[in-house]
Structure formats: structure tokens, C-alpha cells
């Protein structure tokens, strides 16, 4: 497979574009606790993204936009990378790992990212910035957690533990296989028909691991409704189509940025809504993790001029 030609976007549109991502996705661990109330989290996680996909999909093929014969097998591939395995595994592991060292293994998955380029032919060699940051961020990330909480009660679930680097190394897969494939030209198509394919992969994995056994829409509280609106309007749609099209125009290293900002997010929404206070070690690690970011995002994007089709759905 040969990589896709390089793109170039304005480097207000890659900064919009991250920001965009880092305040949704670091939002949605919220709305999927409080999805997760009276929803199983693999069925919620599947549902989202069939709700989602089929409004993209069906926005898409209403404007006009066509998928052909050769875009099927690149789409789905994207949809099992980056969604049966990268949310799957993540869902499956998150109940039996602490908090801290799943957030730990979820952030080495922009290292990955990095690992797997350097080896890939026409693979984007990163430089000292990007490389600094990309240091910094898991430094950030392990002071942010603290070594109290890093092991939960001192035991670390192996079976957890090695499925939630899976979900990182799948997600980073998905991600560099998104970057280079000739998938369609239209955001909204692209993504909307991933977004099908995970929904469907998933719903199928909740049946296999017995989550849909005994569940009924009719015990879905308002809470849950409510966070599945904003993970499929938000979280979905939006946040999903920005990282799209940042894959596209920038490094996967910079895309996969926002696994250093979402656990500032969460920190954020938990002093803010909770009243969960900040120390100064968590006030040095947010320092680290902003740094890390800057130093990522900044470095020089890829190369030449962005086709019309493209720069129509930048965000």
C-alpha cells in the first residue's frame, strides 16, 4: 500500500482541529460513566456507534457522496483497528485495571504511533521537538496519576493490563492505516461508514460477552439518554471527524496527541463538577503534559497543497 499523497493545512486549522478533539474526548469519559449507569459499557460503546455512523453516512449519501467498490476493505479494516479492537479492548479492560495505570498504558499509544512509522517505508521520521514531547508526555502522565493510585491496590490485572495496550497498539494501527489508505475523499462517508462498521463488530462482541442478555432499552435512565446524545452528536460525530481529517493533514503523532490532554480534561471536570482538588504535583504534571503538546503540535506539518474536496470539510 502506498502512502496516501501529503497534505498541507493551515496551522490554525490543525490547532483548531486538536483543541476541538482534546475538549471532546477528554469530556467523554464522563458521559460514559454516566452512560454506563443503566448501559453495558460494550453495548454502549457499539450503540454510539451505530447511531452516529448511520447520521454521517446518511448526511453524506444525501449531499451526493458515492462509496465505491475499492473503498469497502479499507473502510472496514479502519472500522475493526479502530474500533473492535481499539474500543473494544479498551471496554473490556477498564473494569478490571485501576484508574491510574489504565490511563498509564492508554498513553503509551502515541509512542506507538511513532514506533511503527519510524519502520514503515515513507514512514514521517519525527524530530528532536516532537520526540521531546512525546517523552515529556509520559513523564507528565505518570505524575499526573501519582504513584498512589498508578497500582490500584498493589495487584495489577495481567489479562487487563496487556488488552488495554492492545486497545493503544490497535488504535495506533488504525491510525497510521487511516493516514495512507485510499479511503473516500468526504470526511462525513469515510467516517460515517467506520463508524458502522464498529458499531456493528461491537454490538456483536456485547452479544458474545453476554452484556446484551437481559438488557432492555426500556430500563435506560435519563442520564444514559442524555450521554448518548452527546457521545454520538459530540463525541462521535464531531470529535471522530476532526481526527479524521487531522490524520490526513498533519502527522499521526500530532493526531494522537490528545492522548496527553484527555486525563488534564478529566482532572479539570472533576475539580470543576466534583470538587476534587488539585495539588501541586498535579499542577506540575498538567504543566508537563501542555508542554508536551505544544512541542508535538508545532512541529512542521507534512507537504503540499490540500485538495478542494479536502479543504471543504476541514474543520
Request: net charge positive; aromatic share 8%.
Amino acid at each position: 500500500m502506498k502512502p496516501a499523497p501529503a497534505r498541507i493545512a493551515s496551522r490554525g486549522g490543525i490547532l483548531a482541529a486538536s483543541v476541538a478533539i482534546y475538549l471532546v474526548w477528554g469530556s467523554s469519559n464522563f458521559f460514559m460513566k454516566m452512560g454506563m449507569e443503566t448501559i453495558p459499557p460494550v453495548v454502549l460503546a457499539g450503540s454510539r456507534l451505530l447511531l452516529a455512523g448511520t447520521l454521517m453516512t446518511s448526511f453524506a449519501v444525501a449531499r451526493g457522496d458515492r462509496l465505491v467498490r475499492a473503498h469497502f476493505k479499507p473502510l472496514l479494516l479502519a472500522g475493526v483497528l479502530l474500533f473492535l479492537g481499539g474500543h473494544g479492548a479498551l471496554y473490556w479492560a477498564q473494569d478490571r485495571l485501576a484508574s491510574g495505570i489504565g490511563v498509564v498504558l492508554l498513553a503509551t499509544m502515541p509512542l506507538w504511533v511513532v514506533l511503527i512509522e519510524g519502520f514503515m517505508p515513507g514512514g514521517i521520521h519525527l524530530g528532536w521537538r516532537s520526540l521531546t514531547g512525546l517523552g515529556l508526555g509520559v513523564l507528565g502522565v505518570l505524575m499526573l496519576v501519582g504513584p498512589a493510585s498508578l497500582l490500584g491496590a498493589g495487584q495489577v490485572n495481567v489479562a487487563g493490563a496487556i488488552a488495554m495496550e492492545l486497545a493503544a497498539l490497535s488504535w495506533a494501527v488504525g491510525s497510521i492505516f487511516c493516514s495512507r489508505a485510499p479511503l473516500p475523499s468526504s470526511g462525513a462517508l469515510a467516517g460515517g461508514i467506520e463508524m458502522l462498521f464498529g458499531g456493528i463488530l461491537l454490538l456483536g462482541l456485547a452479544g458474545l460477552l453476554g452484556e446484551t442478555r437481559g438488557f432492555h432499552v426500556s430500563h435506560v435512565s435519563v442520564h444514559s439518554w442524555l450521554a448518548i446524545g452527546y457521545l454520538v452528536l459530540v463525541s462521535s460525530m464531531i470529535g471522530f471527524s476532526c481526527y479524521l481529517w487531522l490524520l490526513k493533514v498533519a502527522s499521526p503523532a500530532q493526531a494522537a496527541s490528545y492522548a496527553y490532554v484527555n486525563p488534564v480534561v478529566a482532572v479539570v471536570l472533576g475539580w470543576s463538577v466534583a470538587g476534587d482538588p488539585i495539588t501541586l504535583r498535579i499542577l506540575l504534571a498538567i504543566v508537563m503534559l501542555l508542554g508536551a503538546v505544544v512541542l508535538i503540535v508545532t512541529t512542521k506539518n507534512r507537504g503540499v497543497a490540500l485538495p478542494p474536496e479536502l479543504d471543504t470539510v476541514a474543520p
